[in-house]
């Protein structure tokens, strides 16, 4: 095979689509810690008349494709929100899949440059689907464990794919793993029950009786606490409610918490189930067993024992006051009440000492990196010519 042999073509019918969805079971045939994704759940995220993303943002779809077979896909992204909070013209590349077969990663990524160039994007980064409100960055490390909840997972051959290509760190993503062993030190927790009581603040649990407006108080949260982190893209009210009504089904109120001053927001934390543990068994399907199989391993049998930490923020004039120490104990004392033995934080940016201490003081272990990648869609001017003798 000849990389020119390569087709590339652009998903535009509902077979192709079905073909982009379906492929990854190709790559992870013989992988016994990828989590095949819901059919159904993935079909409906590229619907572009339900997914409130697509209000905002550019997105084409690729496949590579040899003697009709497909051998690798792609999809690019130009999301506005991003370009205009940042004030930047980055274009993202995701749900990138590839046969272990260098040209046809070669290709895919080839055709991501030259379809952001072609729209006046200045950089690429990725892999992201689509933002870093989804899933982001290329695993790097620990490939012998399948991924938590809403993480992605790859072969570790596209590392390699992506460095050959020329694609250069962007910034690293850290899962830090909590178990029930790593109990507190007394010491923290005086030291955290002191920061509860000075705080001002008051802590309690999510009211899934009154979902929308918890959810509206979610938003204020959001949107204020992690403006100023590297990669945020503030979130639309309709596009939070779209991801918040999928995660209400598998929220359990002990572990999504509200820090409150004066009756106002001030911060929020939510850890999540590790539905990953059911839907590995389940090959993508719901139907027409599978449905009934998660029902009674999550209601019945109880067979999650994880939970992953994916967001805790505090509204920034509150900041600093440790509030997300308590944050941290209260997860950790109510998991374990639970059932829940094992919990992954994640993701946390490299640099974000302010979260990585008080999780190693609380005895989390790093044990995964996940990797944004970056290059430049641009060339440097021509330099100028030289100045004319007088």
């Known amino acids: 095979m000849k990389p020119e042999e ?24 013989d992988d016994p810690n990828w989590v095949p994704p819901l059919i159904t759940e993935r079909l409906a995220f590229f619907d572009r008349k339900k997914n409130p993303f697509y209000r905002y943002a550019r997105v084409q779809l690729f496949l590579a494709i040899y003697q009709g077979e497909v051998l690798g896909r792609i ?11 940042h004030q930047e013209k980055t274009g993202f590349f995701g749900f990138f899949e590839s046969v272990q077969n260098y040209d046809v990663a070669y290709r895919l990524l080839k055709v991501a440059v030259i379809a952001l160039k072609k729209v006046g994007m200045e950089q690429m980064i990725g892999p992201a689907n689509f ?3 989804h899933e982001v960055g290329l695993l790097v490390d620990a490939f012998d464990q399948p991924p938590m909840v809403q993480m992605s997972y790859n072969p570790p051959y596209y590392v390699d794919y992506f460095e050959r290509f020329g694609l250069t760190k962007a910034k690293d993503l850290l899962a830090f793993k909590l178990v029930k062993e790593n109990e507190p030190p007394e010491r923290m927790v005086k030291i955290v029950e002191r920061i509860r009581e000075r705080s001002g603040a008051t802590f309690r649990r999510i009211d899934l009786h009154d979902f929308e407006n918890e959810i509206l108080r979610v938003i204020k949260v959001y949107n204020d ?10 979130l639309h009210e309709d596009e939070f409610l779209h991801i918040a009504k999928d995660l209400k089904q598998i929220v359990d109120p002990d572990l999504a918490l509200f820090a409150e001053i004066d ?10 189930p590790d539905i990953n543990q059911i839907l590995i ?16 391993n999550l209601k019945v049998r109880r067979k999650i024992n994880q939970v992953r930490v994916i967001t805790m923020g505090v509204v920034k004039k509150y900041q600093k006051r440790g509030i997300d120490n308590v944050f941290y104990l209260d997860l950790y004392r109510n998991g374990i009440a639970k059932g829940y033995y094992t919990g992954e934080l994640s993701w946390i940016l490299e640099e974000n000492k302010l979260m990585i201490s008080p999780i190693e003081m609380l005895g989390g272990k790093r044990y995964k990196t996940y990797r944004l990648y970056q290059t430049p869609l641009i060339t440097a001017p021509p330099p100028p010519p030289p100045a004319e003798s007088p």
């Open 6 to 29: 390569i087709e590339i073509i652009e998903v535009v019918s509902k077979s192709d689509l079905k073909r982009f969805v379906k492929f990854p079971w190709k790559v992870y045939a």
């Open 75 to 85: 999809a690019t992204c130009v999301n506005n929100i991003h370009n205009q909070f």
């Open 131 to 133: 933002s870093t409100n």
């Open 225 to 234: 606490a992690w403006e100023n982190n590297w990669g945020f893209v503030p």
């Open 263 to 272: 009756g106002e927001p001030a911060g929020f934390a939510l850890a999540i």
């Open 281 to 296: 068994k389940l090959n993508g399907r719901l139907f027409p067993f599978g449905l009934f199989k998660l029902i009674w």
